[in-house]
């Protein structure tokens, strides 16, 4: 299996940009994961689906970030517009279960 | 308001040196609690813990949960430079309908040779 595929690996923008990140989960997991990390706040959980239903958003920074699973082998989270403070490592995971969750390699999002 | 404290922030071993990190919580609906190594991409799972007193060991890394005292701690004996990692622990998180991994600021390991 090639594991959580995210693309792109490094994306740069300005300010005000549309940004929009992509995951590809493990075929066969129900769960998928998004997530951001900084040196300041660590590893955030920002939304997570099962079966390509969101069920919590709450880690969701504000209206600017937006996250859809249209099906079971696809998922985007989009910002827009986008922030110098969304500058971050964004993590995709899926798991069968919540506990042992596989991580994609992260994108690198750099907003100037 | 939950939270997961790890310590120390970052750790500087020689090779050989047995290392002990620290997870604290205070969770409300604790359901288990988990370890994690980062390398320089993605976290990838160590170990999961459920009940208090009973290690989880895995080659020279062991772990252990104490439910009463609300920690866990995660043991590395004779570190390698393969070990250099920034070590993170999470607790499952179950509320209603949502079921998640919080997860600590992480602990940077740096094994010198």
């Known amino acids: 299996d090639a594991g959580v595929i995210q693309s792109p690996r490094h994306e740069v923008t300005e300010m005000g940009q549309e940004v929009t990140l992509r995951c590809k989960p493990i075929?066969?997991?129900?769960?998928l994961f998004w997530y951001r990390q900084t040196m300041m706040r660590g590893l955030e959980l920002l939304i997570y689906?099962?079966?390509?239903?969101?069920?919590?958003d709450s880690g969701m920074p504000e209206d600017r970030f937006s996250a859809k699973m249209p099906n079971a082998s696809f998922s985007t989270l989009k910002i827009q517009p986008s922030e110098p403070r969304d500058s971050a490592v964004y993590f995709c995971?899926?798991?069968?279960?919540?506990?042992?969750?596989?991580f994609g390699p992260g994108t690198r999002l750099t907003v100037t | 308001e939950d939270k997961v404290v790890q310590s120390p922030l970052s750790l500087v071993v020689h090779e050989g040196d047995t290392v002990t990190l620290n997870c604290s919580y205070e969770v409300t609906n604790f359901r288990s609690l988990l370890w994690y190594k980062q390398e320089k991409k993605a976290p990838t799972f160590l170990f999961m813990l459920?009940?208090?007193?009973i290690e989880k060991k895995s080659g020279r890394l062991s772990s252990i949960l104490d439910k009463k005292e609300l920690f866990s701690i995660l043991n590395i004996t004779a570190t390698q430079t393969g070990d250099s990692a920034v070590y993170l622990c999470?607790?499952?998180?179950?509320?209603?309908?949502?079921?998640?991994?919080?997860f600590g600021t992480g602990t940077l390991l740096a094994v010198q040779p």
């Open positions: 999470a607790y499952k998180y179950y509320g209603g309908a949502t079921n998640k991994l919080i």
């Open positions: 995971a899926s798991s069968l279960t919540v506990y042992e969750q596989y």
């Open positions: 075929s066969g997991h129900d769960y």
């Open positions: 459920t009940s208090s007193g």
């Open positions: 689906f099962n079966n390509n239903v969101p069920i919590d």
